[in-house]
Nanobody, 115 residues
Framework: QVQLAESGGGLVQAGGSLRLSCAAS????????MDWYRQFSGKQREWVAS???????TYADSVKGRFTISRDNAKTTAYLQIDSLKPEDTAVYYC?????????WGQGTQVTVSS
């Protein structure tokens, strides 16, 4: 069973940085793509960034220049480096992947940015 486990969230002051991690387990094939999403309180989940096995990285316009997605050499752990955090970045951040056409989500990690 594929599982995703996020970590690295927490409470940080505006202007600070966080590095979120998403570790995939139970995978027999390297995920072609790993994504990060976030969900603001009372809002729908929104896409933040994607990393493909080929090294293509894409970002939502709202996070370009401050967020960096990457993966480890094994391609089974994804990271989201968030710099210059703003209070409006406060959300639950989720990791997502597709394996053989099946979508998997992590449980999410809370990021809270104080002003």
């Amino acid at each position: 069973q594929v599982q995703l486990a996020e970590s690295g969230g927490g409470l940080v002051q505006a202007g600070g940085s966080l590095r979120l991690s998403c570790a995939a387990s139970g995978i027999r094939f390297i995920p072609y793509v790993m994504d990060w999403y976030r969900q603001f309180s009372g809002k729908q989940r929104e896409w933040v960034a994607s990393d493909t096995m080929g090294g293509q990285r894409t970002y939502a316009d709202s996070v370009k220049g401050r967020f960096t997605i990457s993966r480890d050499n094994a391609k089974t752990t994804a990271y989201l480096q968030i710099d210059s955090l703003k209070p409006e970045d406060t959300a639950v951040y989720y990791c997502r992947t597709l394996v053989l056409g099946t979508e998997y989500w992590g449980q999410g990690t809370q990021v809270t940015v104080s002003s």
